[in-house]
């Protein structure tokens, strides 16, 4: 008989102040993990349960003490005594304008989440004068018939990008390119995707923030005005294809797969799928036509 | 290790040897390519070794093969780039993404083989770039506007990015040497410090032309520096530099002690890099001492790797330097010769090498981080702190990042000792200073003075301003205008920041009645929006929108009022919440302007 040596981990405990507030954490966690453990509502926009922090949005940002600059809570460890503030004239701030700047460069409105926060930081988009103000205007591209990518909604968050690489697939079939203003998430010489190394796992459309990538069912819906989110079903149902085992939920309307996504938290999956689970739903409703 | 899948572009026959040429030139011995094509074969020491680790570790060559690759061809078609990939193992993603975060490499076939970068920034700017500029566009040759090449002093300038041949800067530039130099004229520098014979301590070799040889430069006291700190141990080498109070010379002050300790203490192995990517308009001071002393620049890093125990230097020096890029590969290959580099430098029982790397245009490789990124072959995007550098540095191992004006401030020390080199200048701000005086001046170049040295002293030493003196800008674009009436402050750390401004890099651009300060100050902006990485969403909309918000001061006429109020939001979110000190810092020069009433006054 052999033993497993299952190693326990032992995590030490961590104080800090959220507002003024004691809270215990673990070593190893975030002062977002902090603040929600606080009750703290945290907007954020780069940061996913399941993707490594690029902390690139700025969003989450809060007041540390003894820190010149705010720093971003979705990635900054705990340690032990550490005074964080999030209530603070300058975190709003912050947050108002980087809010500011997402609605301004980019089309955020199919973000429900950016929608709301930027009602809740007051940010006054009127103020901006659209003639001068420059925006994200890319054409969207679309190039096969499972998922199109509409870049002028991108707030270049680097999701896709880990999910793609590191975080999940291991594809690397995009990438950040340019720079500044004018960096755009690229394929290799922004070629379409079916020439590019892309496997169609759309990973990268599970968790894109503002819906740039989203499927193409979804996108045609859309663009017919017939994309009705308060009329579908939910169905969470187990991948036929192999025997991983993926939960995958299921988006109906009209009695019509539309979607097809994991449940982030799942154990075998973190929100990650392959082709065939995504995008391989149609023998579903393969019914003879009447 | 992912699998790299290439699109079906395929390299020419030049593309593909000129991928193989660099491989081999910057990696020798480790690899050898199969004649029929890119595959790779390994001898079996490799494979026994790891050898598929050892590709995928290659990926720091991505920015010196594109490089070379560039310098061959005249650009980088997707052919090249699919071999690029392939032959570094770099998924085809990344090297675009990569190349395409660097102003110098193109996709697409030029119109001509060279490239001219006219630099159209703040000094050249006031002395006519923009006409020569125009001049060349119409001429139909391959004409970019290009931010500051730090040839200020000598404006305006033009970097001539040749193919097949080796680049050049031309300073002074008018039309007909710009033409002689696609013709093939190389450019001899003089060194712009007429300071000349005074009691000069960092310049005092740069106007003896033979210190750019070995020889020379052991003949004027070279090595001295060297020979003392190995009688000491290499912690009593850091405490000196401790004591000496010397701090960081690139714009942001730290005091080197602390870095030079902190590295010393973490496990091996170590870095020690010099950030040479001198790119803050204005600045010129780090061409000066690498065209003209390359060597201090190697001796000072020989005792900076002898005292953190750090055995690999590096140095990375901005793409648009090669007269300084040539002069420090000549000397460090001398100094290798010599047996001053390498395995055993000059007998002294301790390994040291310089690898020297090229930036290809990206202001923001000048932040440590970022630069660390570029070294490594990712886009040059800071990373956020902590860690640091001292603990998780270049390829994830403690590293020492120090600018070259600071480095060279290390022989000083060794000659003088700690308290000896901290008795010069002030006591918060020890040792000398260079200051960059450039644009309306009657003797622009770089002037060294002790701390504390006045405003209106380092100004006289340039023969004083030319016409009537409107303001100064300090620090360059990251820095202030400031007001003549700070003529009598002294120059030191702590003075400077009391009066609301930084000594930065060391700029001191003198502005007189005739500069058209809208244009210049939409200059600045323009050149922030355009060096952001645009990693994090302050910076990268932020310098956007405060560009915006001038050009609606200027051309539509907006109410100061009500444009302050939104520029002082974008200022202070980018102060707040950027990433980095690109951010940190891009929007002081505007709100000084408008402060000093500058632009947007109400007449």
Known sequence: MTFVDIPVEIRTKVSISVDGEAVDVFEGDTILDACTKAGKITPVVCYGPTVTPVNACRVCVVELEGSRTLVPSCSRPVEEGMVVKTDTERVGHSRKMVLEFLATSSDVTQSNDIMGWLGDYGADLDRYDPETTERMTDEVKIEDDLYIRAYDRCVLCYKCVEACGEDAQWTFAIAMSGRGFNNRISTEFDVALPDSACVYCGNCVAVCPTNALQFKTEFDLRKMGDWRPEDQTVTRTVCSYCGVGCNLDLHVQDNQIVKVDSPMDHSITSGNLCVKGRFGYQYVQNRPTK | ?603
């Open chain 2, 1 to 603: 290790m992912p699998e790299i899948a290439v699109t079906a572009a395929t390299p020419t026959e030049a593309e593909r040897s000129a991928v193989a040429d660099s491989v081999v030139l910057q990696d020798p011995g480790q690899i050898s390519f199969d004649a029929a094509g890119p595959a790779l074969t390994f001898d079996g020491d490799r494979i026994a070794r790891g050898g598929q680790e050892r590709i995928f570790n290659r990926r720091h060559l991505l920015l010196p093969v594109l490089h070379d690759v560039r310098d061959a061809i005249g650009w980088l078609s997707e052919g090249a780039m699919n071999e690029i990939a392939t032959t570094l193992q770099v998924p085809p993603a990344e090297v675009y993404g990569v190349a395409s975060f660097y102003e110098l490499f193109t996709f697409e076939a030029p119109t001509a083989p060279d490239a001219l970068h006219v630099c159209d920034d703040t000094a050249c700017r006031i002395q006519g770039a923009n006409e020569l500029k125009g001049e060349l566009a119409a001429g139909g040759h391959n004409v970019h506007g290009s931010p500051c090449l730090g040839l200020c002093e000598q404006a305006p300038a033009v970097f001539v990015q040749r193919t097949g041949e080796a680049h050049v800067s031309v300073r002074s530039a008018t039309k007909d040497s710009v033409l002689a130099a696609l013709d093939g004229a190389m450019t001899t520098p003089v060194a712009p410090v007429p300071q000349a014979g005074e009691d000069l301590t960092l310049l005092r070799r740069v106007h003896n032309a033979a210190a750019v040889d070995y020889d020379g430069y052991v003949a004027t006291g070279g090595y001295e520096a060297l020979a003392k700190a190995v009688s000491m141990s290499p912690a009593e080498v850091v405490t000196h530099v401790g004591n000496a109070g010397l701090t960081g010379r690139g714009g942001a002050a730290f005091p080197t002690g602390f870095k030079w300790s902190a590295v010393a203490a973490e496990p091996g192995p170590r870095h020690l890099v010099v950030n040479a990517d001198e790119s803050e308009p204005g600045t010129f001071k780090d061409r000066v001492l690498m065209e003209h002393d390359p060597y201090s620049l190697i001796e000072a890093m020989t005792i900076g790797g002898y005292a953190m125990g750090a055995e690999q230097g590096w140095i990375y020096i901005r793409g648009e330097y090669p007269e300084a890029t040539r002069s420090l590969q000549s000397a460090i290959a001398e100094a290798r010769s010599m047996g001053m580099l390498g395995d055993d430098v000059g007998g002294h029982n301790f390994r040291f090498d310089i690898e020297l790397r090229l930036g290809a245009g990206a202001y923001i490789c000048g932040e440590e981080t970022a630069l660390l990124n570029s070294i490594e072959g990712y886009r040059g995007e800071p990373r956020n702190k902590p860690p640091f550098p001292t603990t998780n540095g270049l390829f994830g191992q403690p590293t020492a990042i120090n600018n070259v004006e600071t480095m060279v401030n290390v022989n000083q020390i060794m000659l003088l000792g700690g308290e000896g080199y901290a008795a010069i200048g002030t006591e918060k701000s020890t040792g000398t200073k260079l200051f960059c005086l450039s644009g309306h001046v009657a003797r622009p170049g770089v002037y060294e003075v002790d701390y504390g040295a006045t405003l209106r002293d380092v100004i006289a030493l340039a023969g004083g301003p030319v016409g009537s003196l409107t303001s100064i800008l300090m620090g360059g674009a990251a820095g202030s205008f400031i007001g003549t009436d700070m003529l009598d402050v002294p120059l030191t750390i702590e003075d400077s920041r009391e009066h609301g401004f930084s000594l930065g890099s060391g700029v001191v651009m003198l502005l007189n009645d005739t500069v058209d300060y809208h244009d210049f100050v939409a200059r600045i902006a323009q050149f922030f929006r355009e060096e952001s990485c645009g990693q994090c969403v302050p910076c990268r909309v932020g310098t956007v929108r405060q560009g915006e918000s001038l050009l609606r001061i200027r051309e539509k006429g907006a109410p100061i009022e009500q444009e302050r109020r939104m520029l002082d939001d974008f200022a202070l979110v980018m102060k707040d919440a950027s990433i980095c000190g690109l951010g940190h810092t891009a929007s002081g020069a505007i709100l000084s302007a408008i402060d000093l009433g500058l632009i947007g006054g109400r007449s």
